[in-house]
């Protein structure tokens, strides 16, 4: 379409409960607003291999919706989901109810939850993770949980660490240097205390104590 001005085509999907065309009904949450599908020929057949679809969360006044994502897995032949983006902006990654600002929902047999990879990095340690990841944040414990930040790097380049946790702080806050409790990096260390809260961990790894070690 040609015109002199910002706007563009648009492709709106309209739905409502009123079976009447052109009627008004209040939708149910949960309720499929459109769906975009993608299918091609496998086996005789046309098979779905993916869709984005918008459903109605809790309509009242307003209209909040979801985008969910689906592909069809290898070996498969329906959709699952992979991806929701909820109305609040929250995103879930195999998971549709995700409860903070990105959450990402593990299969079972998964360790790894997330790399980050560079086709210039090139290290030999590929029992670990593939030969170009240089970041990785892993479980401890497949099945008790625990988390393992990773960074891998082979022995050339100007530094020779594989992980660096830096703090900086700005030069005001950093002159109070004989207040109690100010550093760049702060590590805290707890454990359970034998119901639904937490306690410190003492200097010797051991002794229940409010400790925190500033770097």
């Given at each position: ?121 090139a290290h030999g340690m590929t029992v670990y993770t593939q030969t170009d990841t240089w970041l990785g944040i892993e479980m401890s414990d497949a ?19 594989a992980l660096v946790l830096r703090g900086i702080l700005q030069e005001e806050t950093h002159d109070i240097k004989s207040a109690v409790g100010y ?33």
């Amino acid at each position: 379409t040609n015109s002199a001005d910002s706007a563009a085509n648009v492709l709106y999907f309209y739905k409502s409960r009123n079976a009447t065309d052109g009627a008004f009904a209040d939708l149910n949450d949960g309720d499929d607003v459109g769906t975009i599908g993608w299918l091609y020929s496998e086996s005789g057949s046309y098979r779905h291999a993916a869709h984005i679809k918008v459903q109605a969360v809790s309509p009242s006044s307003d209209s909040p919706a979801r985008m969910i994502f689906g592909t069809t897995p290898d070996a498969g032949y329906g959709i699952t989901e992979k991806m929701t983006i909820m109305p609040d902006g929250k995103v879930g990654i195999g998971l549709d109810d995700p409860q903070s600002l990105l959450e990402i929902g593990m299969g079972t047999t998964d360790d790894e939850a997330f790399t980050i990879s560079n086709t210039d990095v090139a290290h030999g340690m590929t029992v670990y993770t593939q030969t170009d990841t240089w970041l990785g944040i892993e479980m401890s414990d497949a099945t008790a949980g625990g988390a393992i930040i990773a960074g891998y790097k082979d022995d050339s380049g100007d530094e020779h660490s594989a992980l660096v946790l830096r703090g900086i702080l700005q030069e005001e806050t950093h002159d109070i240097k004989s207040a109690v409790g100010y550093g760049t990096v702060r590590i805290q260390s707890y454990v359970s205390n034998g119901s639904t809260s937490i306690q410190s961990i003492g200097s010797d790894g051991l002794t229940a104590q409010t400790v925190q070690t500033w770097v």
